[in-house]
């Protein structure tokens, strides 16, 4: 009887109390160590002129790659309820739609921006400016 009592007790110790989940260093370090290789890419991929839109694309995807990696690693949600993981990517799927519906409209406004306050385009309504 004290030998199943103490089985279970051991069983229940190497899962962190039942609390949290314990990651072997071997997981961590590769995480830190693809964290670092990604944050070098990110560095060079600033040296490389792709345009604007590219740039910016080539950004937002090795963050969203970090990121991922903090989150299931570094925050222990690889090992966490599949409930958790369906809050978080409904959460950053509604962050998306948000962003998305905003970015949507900024075709609206886009030629009001004054890009060269040197010279200004005409206001759209309202008086001409004087000379």
Do not use: C
């Not at 160590?33 to 600033?46: D, G, N, P, R």
């Amino acid at each position: 009887m004290a030998s199943d009592t103490s089985s279970r007790h051991d069983k229940h110790d190497e899962h962190g109390h039942g609390i949290a989940h314990v990651a072997a260093i071997k997981v961590l370090l590769g995480t830190w160590i693809a964290l670092m290789i990604l944050t070098i890419i990110t560095v060079a991929a600033t040296k490389i002129d792709l345009g604007t839109n590219w740039n910016l694309a080539l950004a937002m995807a090795i963050a969203v790659i970090k990121a991922t990696l903090v989150v299931l690693f570094f925050m222990h949600l690889a090992y966490d309820k599949l409930f958790h993981t369906v809050l978080v990517v409904g959460g950053l799927l509604a962050a998306a739609l948000f962003v998305g519906f905003a970015l949507m409209d900024s075709g609206q406004y886009q030629h009001t921006v004054i890009w060269d306050t040197d010279r200004p385009p005409a206001a759209p309504i309202g008086p001409r400016p004087v000379p």
